[in-house]
């Protein structure tokens, strides 16, 4: 099973901006995707973007779409997710997984199997 590793979560006040790391290790061969999942206490988790391993088609939650940018360095093994615009809406737990790319709904995440721990976000004047 793969192993991800989330970072760079923290406070940020509204309109502010932070980029998420998550570290990817030991995907499995039909790994396709990583997915952005975020989860608010009460709430379902909610995938917000998600790019493919073996092409450059990268997806977005209308919520996200225009402030945040997922991209990934290969050489490092790892995915960003830069959130500019952030509001306190944004607020919650985010996580990175590792799964199946299905075009058709790409941030569904029971497609995904193998998660990080997730990081804090928190948008708060």
Avoid at 42 to 47: C, D, I, P, T
Avoid at 72 to 97: E, H, W
């Amino acid at each position: 099973e793969a192993q991800l590793e989330e970072s760079g979560g923290g406070l940020v006040q509204p309109g502010g901006s932070l980029q998420l790391s998550c570290a990817v290790s030991g995907l499995n061969a039909d790994d396709s995707a990583i997915g952005w999942f975020r989860q608010a206490p009460g709430q379902a988790r909610e995938g917000i973007s998600a790019i493919a391993l073996n092409s450059e088609n990268t997806y977005y939650a209308d919520s996200v779409k225009g402030r945040f940018t997922i991209s990934r360095d290969n050489a490092k093994s790892t995915v960003y997710l830069q959130m500019n615009y952030l509001r306190p809406g944004d607020t919650a737990v985010y996580y990175c997984a590792a799964g199946e790319l299905i075009p058709a709904t790409p941030m569904l995440p029971l497609w995904y199997r193998s998660w990080g721990q997730g990081t804090q976000v928190t948008v708060s004047s």
